[in-house]
T-cell receptor, first 114, second 112 residues
Framework: EAGVAQSPRYKIIEKRQSVAFWCNPISGHATLYWYQQILGQGPKLLIQFQNNGVVDDSQLPKDRFSAERLKGVDSTLKIQPAKLEDSAVYLC????????????FGPGTRLTVL | RKEVEQDPGPFNVPEGATVAFNCTYSNSASQSFFWYRQDCRKEPKLLMSVYSSGNEDGRFTAQLNRASQYISLLIRDSKLSDSATYLCVVPDRGSTLGRLYFGRGTQLTVWP
């Protein structure tokens, strides 16, 4: 079974630039999550989709971050404009139904903002 | 108070040692709990789920104390390959639509 795919794996940008991350969850998984993991901390949920609807985006900085999951499959997370404090690993995860199920994580995108 | 608190360590133990990590959580409504393992520069992977008082899987034992809102992970006969960061994970409610809170992780290094 193919795992969660993410791209790019690494990205270096300057502050105030824009960046987008892509995620393809495990086939058939209804729930998709985007997490931000800053060095030395645990993952922090940014947004959670159930199929193509947003379940929880309370911790998403909506002035600069946006995400969508068209057709309930792939998802993109965008940052515009980026700030220095956005430097982190952005992890995408999926689960069959909801948080009671195992979450399978992708390899992450390591973002560095200069 | 944070939703999930863990001792970040690091814990440095010799091969064959027994080591235990603790985790406390603030939401008494949480029903199921998880331990995830994260290797250096890798993604987290599920290690164990804890639904009732505890769970055992080989050398790993997870225990839950709902009264004290406390979860532990015990690793017996430590192997070099156990070196990783162990993340305590707690949902904010019992339903499937809740959010997971991750602790900052406890770093374990097993030395030969």
């Amino acid at each position: 079974e193919a795992g969660v795919a993410q791209s790019p794996r690494y990205k270096i940008i300057e502050k105030r630039q824009s960046v987008a991350f892509w995620c393809n969850p495990i086939s058939g998984h209804a729930t998709l999550y985007w997490y931000q993991q800053i060095l030395g901390q645990g993952p922090k949920l940014l947004i959670q989709f159930q199929n193509n609807g947003v379940v929880d985006d309370s911790q998403l900085p909506k002035d600069r971050f946006s995400a969508e999951r068209l057709k309930g499959v792939d998802s993109t997370l965008k940052i515009q404009p980026a700030k220095l404090e956005d430097s982190a690993v952005y992890l995408c995860a999926s689960s069959l139904r909801g948080v009671g199920d195992t979450q399978y994580f992708g390899p992450g995108t390591r973002l560095t903002v200069l | 108070r944070k939703e999930v608190e863990q001792d970040p360590g690091p814990f440095n133990v010799p091969e064959g040692a027994t080591v235990a990590f603790n985790c406390t959580y603030s939401n008494s409504a949480s029903q199921s709990f998880f331990w995830y393992r994260q290797d250096c520069r890798k993604e987290p992977k599920l290690l164990m789920s804890v639904y009732s008082s505890g769970n055992e899987d080989g050398r790993f034992t997870a225990q839950l104390n709902r009264a004290s809102q406390y979860i532990s992970l015990l690793i017996r006969d430590s192997k070099l390959s156990d070196s990783a960061t162990y993340l305590c994970v707690v949902p904010d409610r019992g339903s499937t639509l809740g959010r997971l809170y991750f602790g900052r992780g406890t770093q374990l290094t097993v030395w030969p």
